[in-house]
């Protein structure tokens, strides 16, 4: 389908206005908007937009709480076990970040976990956040079964992305931000929107055989990177996130499109680091500057025309989305009018004309 | 080459006192020896007693101190940036685990940087110490050169490990422990030293070809896990352990084996995760050890027989090497009948007889 720009701000305050018409509190709604959209400027389409159509068509299933509050469980001086209530991912986990970083000032580090919590998207918004407070965070998130362990072919973890971000002196930080899977699973779906096959090596079908067709590979299990490497690092997210959490771990974790009978129960997991606990912050800053100096002066590869760091893409893509619009798919927009002629919300973002 | 068996005790008994023997103190040197130990009882070889030689060769060189204190640079509440004094590193560490460990127990989670320190060996030892205390370990170090980033030739990370270990009611940790290399650098040492090939895929050469000579591979490029997602995590490993640290980062750290003119400065990165600030103890036991026995119970690929969780191997080996006596090569042992003679030492360590 055709892909159509619109303004970031004009954007937000469009979805923010429709999560609002589904009973999110409009601040809740405002936050929960930016982490969407910041998800599309950044390039990562999978994980903006497109998505806000089945958290509303949850809410409206009452399997997700737009009104649930973030209750602290249990604390220490650094850490906090948090019980999402339900809520938009989005939405609670900035939340968390706002708990964790007077914590992390005052003993140089923090940890929660977030339980009973959904799919929060994309990472490029709690990373920028982290970095603009002088922060590294390090986060993760369990998610619904798509990836067996090493010699099995049942879905059992999620593609349990473990994701870091660093501030740097460049303009963006570096953001590592990975799922464990050979793939993330957005790019299975999206294809599977698009109807084109997958590659090979990707995943397997629900008999434990190599599969390229998109529809059996997410009926199937998706394989982990490098094998029993991916596996192993699956499995560290899955027991900060799920086991450390109280969520649901695993298989009984809710599949957002599958499961319309009952809540996901995602767990998450931030640590978030007070650069100036470890070094001045400007040495530090130096110091990845002429880390990432060297890495891009490095000696490429035949064919390779310019090494790139990881963050650097998606900062380059921000800039070019945020001066010519943030592109939506057909498809999402025409989710978007749905929405908003259900909600008696005016459709008010226009095209930008680049 | 034969391999020989050793009772554990004798073993760690003639690695402290060839430590000793090189300057290293009596308590010190049996820390050191316990590490190594434990690494060759879990069958992680590569980075066991094989090691001792280069060691105790740089001891000689001047170029690690074996009497070296671990001095704190910087302290929060629950964050320590550490000077290892460019001491050895299993001795380093395990002073700084026992550093951190009242941290963690105070404010929930600590953490350490640990700069100008040296190959500090496998996790095991580390790991099982940090689970006997309930406590979660995240571990992370840099390396000499091995590496480039994705796209590149240069030598650049370390094979860059990143481990995490959990304690579990089953009588071992879940081992989280892999090198962000497509293989450990260990295993192309070893093939080196058999004069065996290594597999394709593993290792570029030094003008970026790939190659399947171990000597070309280990003056070339060891290629990073799953291409970009293992160079993005190469890069956060580097950055909590190098750039954050203090020590040297990417090519400035120095060569074990190459470089005898002067000192590696290494870069190590310790988080500690206190469970019962975020669960009950038993609760957690409970959680993980029932996700250990689903993942065992998954339905499994053809061929497979058995379905490993991290760590599980190795702790099979450990009993086996614990009853039967732990195995090392006839190069190892002459290595250290060698150290023995020249230290006038008796080589006090009968084979076993299985």
């Not at 998800?39 to 409206?60: E, F, P």
């Not at 003993?107 to 959904?118: D, E, F, M, V, W």
């Given at each position: 389908m055709a892909v159509n720009r619109y303004a970031k701000e004009r954007l937000e305050s469009l979805v923010a206005h429709l999560a609002a018409g589904m009973?999110?509190?409009?601040?809740?709604?405002?936050?929960?908007?930016?982490?969407?959209?910041?998800?599309?400027?950044?390039?990562?389409?999978?994980?903006?937009?497109?998505?806000?159509?089945?958290?509303?068509?949850?809410?409206?299933?009452?399997?997700?709480?737009?009104?649930?509050?973030?209750?602290?469980?249990?604390?220490?001086?650094?850490?906090?076990?948090?019980d999402a209530g339900n809520g938009l991912g989005q939405i609670q986990a900035r939340k968390a970040l706002d708990l964790l970083l007077p914590l992390a000032r005052q003993?140089?580090?923090?940890?929660?976990?977030?339980?009973?919590?959904?799919h929060f998207g994309a990472l490029s918004w709690y990373g920028n956040y982290a970095a603009s407070q002088k922060m590294v965070l390090?986060?993760?998130?369990?998610?619904?079964?798509?990836?067996?362990?090493?010699g099995g072919f049942e879905a059992f973890f999620g593609t349990n992305p473990i994701a870091a971000s660093f501030p740097t002196g460049k303009g963006f930080p570096v953001k590592i931000d990975l799922a464990t899977s050979t793939v993330a699973r957005g790019n299975i779906i999206a294809a599977q929107k698009k109807g084109a096959p997958i590659p090979g090596g990707w995943a397997l079908d629900r008999q434990g055989n190599p599969t390229t067709d998109a529809s059996e590979a997410l009926l199937g299990t998706v394989l982990t990177m490098a094998g029993h490497k991916g596996y192993a690092l699956a499995l560290m997210v899955e027991?900060?996130?799920g086991a450390l959490s109280g969520s649901a771990v695993g298989p009984d974790v809710g599949s957002m499109y599958k499961n319309m009978n009952?809540?996901?129960?995602?767990?998450?997991?931030?640590?978030?680091?007070?650069?100036?606990?470890?070094?001045?912050?400007?040495?530090?800053?130096?110091?990845?500057?002429?880390?990432?100096?060297?890495?891009k002066a490095a000696k490429k590869r035949p064919g390779v025309e310019e090494i790139l760091v990881p963050g650097e893409r998606s900062a380059r893509q921000a800039r070019i989305n945020g001066a010519g619009g943030i592109p939506l798919s057909g498809e999402t927009v025409a989710e978007l009018e749905r929405w908003c002629a259900r909600l008696k919300i005016p459709f008010d973002c226009p095209e930008v004309v680049c």
């Open positions: 009973g999110v509190p409009a601040n809740d709604a405002a936050l929960f908007a930016e982490v969407l959209v910041d998800a599309d400027l950044h390039g990562v389409s999978t994980h903006g937009v497109s998505r806000l159509n089945i958290y509303l068509q949850r809410i409206d299933a009452r399997l997700i709480d737009p009104q649930a509050a973030l209750t602290i469980d249990r604390r220490t001086g650094s850490t906090l076990a948090l003993n140089g580090l923090a940890a929660a976990t977030i339980r009973n919590s959904q390090m986060a993760m998130t369990n998610g619904e079964p798509a990836m067996s362990p090493e027991l900060f996130s009952r809540k996901q129960d995602v767990g998450h997991f931030f640590c978030l680091f007070d650069i100036a606990a470890f070094l001045d912050y400007d040495e530090y800053l130096r110091r990845v500057d002429a880390t990432i100096d060297r890495i």
